[in-house]
């Protein structure tokens, strides 16, 4: 008990001083982050863009689609260009061509060697520049780069308009005609990508060499090359990774773990009887197993529009449901049916633990479950509607689509879900308080997960810090606070104790020892984790030291990996260590998965793209979708699934419960997964990353790389694995059916084995 308390004063140290440390660069973002101007003017008067125009610009993009169609700084969807780097070579190359023809009364592409080298050394001085006057508010251009900036602004109300010259292009970018009806919206737009574009190349001030977001993206004609800091840290990282699990290894091999409590004759839950508020968790995990199906068919949709851009097969699908629609129900809906399947899991086992049911308890989970439904379906309906409707920039932020990638739902509809995450957090907190007041070894546990669901329901907050015109680095910087923190800190933090929790009731595991280990593991995965969350934030326009903390703590967050083999197989010996945990035999192989993707998913190929200059060269390509895949559904998919199937396991007729139909539907989503990511995915991302190296970021996400034979071929090369994927969703849909319905209606006897019952 005193080594217990020991590890909770150092977890509570942890998580102060590294908040304290998170709280502080998000200050020093906000001080040093690229200057909005006022106004853009020319050295001869005229004016570009004027004040305001940049915020709405920002406005304007992120309701006409923002992150789910292209991506700014690298953030959102690889199907459009990055805006920001697509915007910097055709200003490079409009400008060398005014120079050209102004010079030389020629095409660059007509010049000598030395005339090109000429232009090309200019270039280069002319688009590093910084010509911000804090002053005035003003950025300064030259003549000929006013030229070029007009240019370039013209080819975007062009393509965010309905010019039908930009048809083609649009139909490569799945792209709908007329984004921006509204004629002010579709003159400020240029102004928000530009400045986004200056950001990228101009020097930060007093330095050379380095631009407001470290020289993303990767532009050789503007002298965009990785810094100093991308390649130090990133040695320095994997260094300090490697030392640190070398350590970690040391220290298991050192440390005497007690062995497993030989398990009970019978299962110990086949007499829990569910209370009414149990029994009322049931529907949850239905919605849960209807919203994987409709995330997977517009997975699939989406997946397709990469290959025909506004038609299914023909069907010209565009029309009523837009590639940012079935993206931004795609993604959301990943994250939706998981979360709702570990908040049923929390209501579920809080009065099996404590053995108390709170006076209207059932009342309280069906209040919560209508209200997570009306907002999920109201959600979707009006992002949806906003979306088709041109319906404008408030009202994609208020209550449509606010384009922001995993955080997409309008505003109105994230207060609304945050009341009911607190209302949750009342409801599992009246559930196992008698269970917290009670001393026992179970008790650290316990309060582990009350804990997390606290901050499960307190930091979604953080979806609330932004309004419509923040400053773009600040929201990116709260953005993660929620996706990082949010899904993938307390969210783990919960499933795991809870995981803990229930082989402590099952009797596999000393609930002494568990208790002890979960606060371990919180410890060394939160002391990454934190400040692990600056290693999205290198390029959003963040100081040069966001880098070097981002790549050093981010390592960290490998470090537990290493010994998730071990607790896999001792997992799977817990599956076999009696008769009646075969019953559980499928919840656990769910749990083994999660130990698998977690290695492969979050761990190789997260760290892959992990260190700055790997992902100064791939962030916002496939590679990055490949590594999101692998862990989002191998990780937490697999974990949600595994604790669905534990609480069916309890409120379901025994004898409609069929392995048959388990075995197929674990084994196909698991092959499926692996033949999406590492058939078509993977290699995508590597082709694309020898492109974003050799040529620069615009090629490797522009339409001619995209739609390139090689690429469209490892499109279709998903379709064996989506296939084999989806057939896994199919049996699971099938077997809740079968639990649905009371399968063979069979009796079962008391006395008869759960083998058999199976």
Request: charged residues 10%.
């Amino acid at each position: 008990m005193q080594a217990t308390r020991k590890l909770w004063t150092w977890l509570a140290v942890i998580c102060v001083l590294s908040f304290a440390v998170l709280g502080w660069v998000g200050t020093e973002i906000y001080l040093t982050a690229p200057p909005v101007p006022k106004q853009v003017i020319s050295t001869q008067g005229t004016v570009l863009f004027s004040e305001g125009q940049v915020q709405r610009g920002q406005k304007a993009w992120l309701s006409a689609g923002g992150q789910q169609l292209g991506s700014v700084w690298g953030h959102g969807s690889y199907l459009a260009p990055d805006w920001s780097a697509d915007w910097l070579h055709r200003e490079a190359l409009a400008l060398r061509g005014v120079w050209a023809q102004r010079d030389f009364g020629k095409t660059f592409e007509a010049l000598s060697v030395g005339q090109q080298a000429e232009l090309n050394a200019r270039l280069k001085v002319e688009m590093r520049g910084n010509t911000y006057d804090a002053a005035t508010g003003a950025i300064t251009l030259s003549p000929e780069r006013t030229e070029a900036v007009q240019q370039v602004a013209r080819h975007y109300t062009d393509l965010f308009g309905d010019a039908p010259s930009l048809d083609k292009l649009r139909e490569q970018y799945a792209m709908s005609s007329g984004l921006l009806p509204d004629a002010d919206d579709l003159k400020a737009l240029p102004a928000f990508i530009f400045w986004s574009s200056w950001s990228a190349a101009t020097d930060r001030p007093n330095e050379t060499d380095i631009s407001y977001t470290s020289n993303w993206p990767h532009e050789p004609l503007v002298d965009n090359t990785p810094t100093a800091g991308a390649g130090i840290w990133s040695i320095a990282s994997i260094i300090f990774m490697i030392a640190a699990i070398a350590g970690m290894i040391f220290y298991h091999s050192t440390s005497k773990e007690e062995s497993d409590p030989k398990p009970a004759k019978t299962d110990p839950l086949f007499d829990l009887k569910p209370t009414p508020s149990m029994k009322a968790t049931r529907k949850y995990f239905y919605v849960v197993i209807g919203l994987i199906l409709a995330q997977v068919g517009m997975g699939v949709i989406t997946a397709h529009y990469a290959v025909e851009g506004q038609s299914f097969f023909g069907f010209p699908l565009g029309e009523i449901l837009p590639f940012t629609v079935s993206r931004t129900i795609h993604t959301q809906f990943a994250v939706l049916w998981i979360a709702t399947a570990w908040l049923a899991t929390g209501l579920y086992i809080a009065p099996a633990i404590s053995g108390h049911e709170p006076k209207y308890q059932k009342l309280g989970v069906d209040v919560l479950f209508y209200a997570l439904l009306f907002i999920v379906v109201g959600s979707t309906v009006t992002g949806w509607i906003g979306t088709l409707q041109h319906l404008g920039t408030d009202f994609s932020f208020w209550v449509g689509n606010q384009g922001l990638e995993f955080t997409s739902m309008g505003r109105v509809w994230q207060i609304l879900l945050f009341i009911g995450l607190l209302f949750w957090v009342t409801l599992l907190g009246r559930g196992l308080l008698p269970a917290l007041k009670k001393p026992s070894e179970s008790r650290g546990l316990i309060a582990m997960v009350f804990l997390a669901a606290l901050c499960i329901g307190g930091f979604y907050a953080t979806s609330l810090t932004w309004g419509q015109t923040t400053h773009y680095s600040m929201v990116e910087y709260w953005r993660w606070w929620l996706v990082h923190l949010w899904v993938e800190g307390f969210f783990e933090v919960f499933a795991t104790a809870v995981i803990a929790l229930l082989f402590t009731r099952l009797g596999l595991i000393h609930a002494a020892t568990a208790n002890t280990a979960i606060v371990l593991e919180t410890i060394v995965f939160l002391f990454g984790g934190i400040l692990g969350t600056l290693h999205h934030l290198y390029f959003t326009g963040t100081p040069t030291f966001v880098i070097a903390i981002g790549a050093m703590f981010s390592a960290l967050e490998v470090v537990p990996l290493a010994m998730i083999g071990v607790e896999a197989y001792r997992n799977y010996q817990r599956s076999k260590s009696a008769p009646w945990v075969q019953a559980y035999k499928w919840p656990i192989l769910c749990f083994i998965a999660v130990g698998f993707w977690n290695v492969v998913g979050a761990g190789l190929l997260g760290f892959s793209i992990n260190t700055p200059i790997a992902l100064y060269y791939m962030q916002g390509l496939n590679m990055t979708a490949a590594h999101g895949h692998a862990a989002l559904f191998g990780v937490y998919g697999m974990l949600g699934i595994g604790l669905l199937l534990f609480c069916l396991r309890g409120l379901s007729p025994r004898h409609a419960w069929s392995d048959k139909l388990l075995a197929p539907m674990f084994w196909c989503l698991n092959i499926g997964l692996g033949m999406m990511v590492f058939i078509s995915l993977v290699p995508a991302g590597i082709y694309q990353a020898w492109a974003s190296i050799t040529q620069g970021m615009w090629f490797a996400r522009s339409a001619e790389f995209v739609h390139s034979p090689i690429m469209e071929t490892l499109v279709w090369m998903r379709v064996p694995g989506d296939i084999v994927f989806a057939i896994g969703t199919v049996f699971l849909a099938w077997f809740a059916i079968r639990l649905l319905t009371g399968g063979n209606k069979q009796p079962v006897l008391a006395g008869a084995s759960l083998t058999k019952r199976a």
